[in-house]
């Protein structure tokens, strides 16, 4: 039973579309996460939502836009995909929001043609 | 400058060989974490620690605070570890937010 689940897998796509990524925890964490991780497999963190809330909003353009219907759901919409946002995506949970180990998805790679 | 940097980049190891991977950090933190990441790309959190040592199987992680100073051992290494080794800490001040360092390519060779 997978505890953090992210689709699509894989997603390719062209410039100036608009995608979605989902994910879905069901370890019933308060807090969850979004990373990118560019090609040099650095990851940096992108969004934190905790319960619902969003507690951590980095410097990312305002394209992308992280939605969280239930503190177990936790999508990312991009909107006008650039070149540069190819990359892997991961969401991941944590059970608060204070030092914890976080629980990670698969990964998403997204692909811009 | 990164925040966390982790020594070596790239390590390969013969099959058995005992292995060493280096972390360290310029800013308070509340807690570090090692992380690995397979071929096939999931993460997984091995340790999360803020002082002393802690042991999994044949894996050890150990921190100095005051050095700011992290070692994951690996011993009696095999194949199956290859894999990224990612060490990430929590910022004192942060909460929740993890700061990552580059990754360790480890290769065990059979």
């Known amino acids: 039973d997978t505890a953090v689940s992210q689709t699509p897998k894989y997603l390719v796509t062209q410039m100036g579309n608009d995608k979605s990524i989902k994910c879905e925890q069901n370890?019933?964490?308060?807090?969850m996460y979004w990373y990118k991780q560019d090609s040099k497999k650095f990851l940096k963190i992108m969004f934190s939502?905790?319960?619902?809330?969003?507690?951590i909003n980095e410097t990312v353009p305002n394209r992308f836009s992280p939605k969280s219907p239930d503190k177990a759901h936790l999508n990312l919409h991009i909107n006008s995909l650039e070149l540069g946002d190819s990359a892997v995506y991961f969401c991941?949970?944590?059970?608060?929001?204070?030092?914890?180990?976080?629980?990670f998805g698969d990964g998403t790679r997204l692909s811009i043609l | 400058k990164n925040e966390v940097e982790q020594s070596p980049q790239n390590l390969t190891a013969q099959e058995g060989e005992f292995i060493t991977i280096n972390c360290s950090y310029s800013?308070?933190?509340?807690?570090l974490h090692w992380l690995q990441q397979h071929p096939g790309g999931g993460i997984v959190s091995l340790f999360m620690?803020?002082?002393g040592k802690k042991k999994h199987g044949r894996l050890i992680a150990t921190i100095n605070i005051q050095e700011k100073h992290s070692s994951l051992h690996i011993t009696a290494s095999h194949p199956r570890d290859s894999a990224v080794y990612i060490c990430?800490?929590?910022?004192?001040?942060?909460?929740?937010?993890?700061?990552f360092g580059e990754g360790t390519q480890l290769t065990v060779n059979p």
């Open positions: 939502y905790n319960n619902k809330e969003l507690i």
């Open positions: 620690l803020s002082s």
């Open positions: 370890l019933g964490h308060d807090t």
């Open positions: 800013v308070g933190i509340s807690a």
């Open positions: 990430a800490v929590n910022r004192g001040t942060s909460g929740s937010r993890l700061t």
């Open positions: 991941a949970s944590s059970p608060g929001t204070w030092g914890q180990p976080q629980h």
